[in-house]
């Protein structure tokens, strides 16, 4: 089955330590994205990446780090800098050349560090 | 991105039409609009999205107005399964990424 996947569902940590989560998509997409989403929020945009090593910061990018080592990955560390990393992580891909724009979403990880 | 404003919530009885609203009026001529949606605790889902003409598919219709200033999802028959939150996004196109607000949260009772 084609679509992107994150693991794992449900991430715990304790405080101080560096976390990486996963995105995989085989759907063959340019463009993936990481979301945040804290409860009873819309989605904020931390980072995204339009091509094969090249990323650009979102707006709430302090704290986080990313890499787009190939296409079908992209990774999210959040380090001990992120004051508040408890939250809902969305990752998403889309095909830029298709021109519809329609995003594509994975099933979230949901971390809690304590 | 155009900035969008949505109610926050909406109630539809099972089986009636849901018809969400949604205000654009900074759209540019080369904004799409976008319909995701996302039940609890899942990964948003694309719904349907269109640039100046009205648009139906599977899961809705899209209704724009001709000034493009403001359109409104509808769902013809409304299940419990499509309780969820209802994001409307203006954005230019591929490679962009979305700007998410609040949403409209949409209970469909019984």
């Known amino acids: 089955d084609g679509g992107i996947t994150q693991s794992p569902k449900y991430l715990f940590r304790k405080e101080g330590q560096n976390v990486t989560l996963s995105c995989e998509q085989n759907l063959n997409h340019d463009a993936m994205y990481w979301y945040r989403q804290d409860p009873g929020q819309g989605l904020r945009l931390i980072y995204y990446?339009?091509?094969?090593?090249?990323?650009q910061k979102g707006d709430i990018a302090e704290g986080y780090s990313v890499s787009r080592e190939k296409k079908e990955s992209f990774p999210l560390t959040v380090t001990s800098a992120q004051k508040n990393p408890t939250a809902f992580y969305l990752c998403?891909?889309?095909?830029?050349?298709?021109?519809?724009?329609?995003?594509?979403f994975g099933p979230g990880t949901r971390l809690t560090v304590t | 991105d155009a900035k969008t404003t949505q109610p926050t919530s909406m109630d539809c009885a099972e089986g009636r039409a849901a018809n969400l609203p949604c205000n654009h009026s900074t759209i540019s001529g080369n904004e799409y609009v976008y319909w995701y949606r996302q039940i609890h605790s899942q990964g948003p889902q694309y719904i349907i999205h269109?640039?100046?003409n009205n648009e139906t598919n599977e899961m809705a219709s899209l209704i724009i107005t001709e000034d493009r200033k403001s359109s409104t999802l509808i769902l013809p028959h409304a299940t419990l399964r499509d309780t969820a939150v209802y994001y409307c996004?203006?954005?230019?196109?591929?490679?962009?990424?979305?700007?998410f607000g609040k949403g409209t949260s949409l209970l469909v009772t019984p």
């Open positions: 998403a891909s889309t095909p830029v050349a298709s021109g519809k724009g329609e995003q594509y």
């Open positions: 269109g640039l100046k």
């Open positions: 996004i203006v954005n230019s196109g591929s490679g962009y990424a979305l700007n």
């Open positions: 990446s339009q091509i094969v090593n090249d990323f």
